[in-house]
């Protein structure tokens, strides 16, 4: 019975990180000319704020795509690219310490300087640490 028990306690205890790993907020789903699929998903790993495309988001196929947001008081940030070296991307990124929050998410062409696709969160995502 004991074996049984403790198993069942760290059985919890697995489902419990596990838990934790997934993300805290999603966007709506990208809306634009060129990034139209996926959400951004947002989870607070080691203290830092993190911004993850899900596994459905298509890259766009755009010269020079970046991730942006957009805080509650209209600043946008542009960030790092979403492609880098090869055929890869930045899947996910850490925010820098100076967004105070989150409420859109951004794909923007500093190419074209155009807009390829936005998705919002519900309510802005506070960066609490900050």
């Known amino acids: 019975m004991r074996k049984a028990s403790m198993a069942a306690f760290v059985a919890l205890g697995v489902l419990f990180a596990?838990?934790?790993a997934r993300a805290d907020?999603?966007?709506?789903?990208f809306k634009g000319a060129k990034a139209n699929t996926g959400r951004a998903l947002h989870s607070e790993r080691d203290g830092k704020h993190v911004l993850t495309l899900s596994e459905?988001?298509?890259h766009p196929n755009a010269p020079a795509p970046h991730w942006q947001v957009v805080d509650s008081k209209g600043n946008v940030y542009l960030l790092?690219?979403?492609?880098i070296k090869g055929d890869r991307y930045n899947r996910s990124i850490t925010l820098?310490?100076?967004v105070p929050?989150?409420?859109r998410v951004q794909i923007w062409c500093s190419f074209a300087e155009s807009l390829l696709g936005e998705a919002t969160f519900?309510?802005?995502v506070r960066c609490s640490n900050r």
């Open 96 to 98: 820098p310490s100076y």
């Open 80 to 83: 790092q690219q979403l492609k």
């Open 18 to 20: 596990v838990g934790q």
């Open 56 to 58: 459905d988001f298509k």
């Open 25 to 29: 907020h999603a966007t709506t789903q």
């Open 101 to 103: 929050d989150v409420t």
């Open 122 to 124: 519900e309510t802005p």
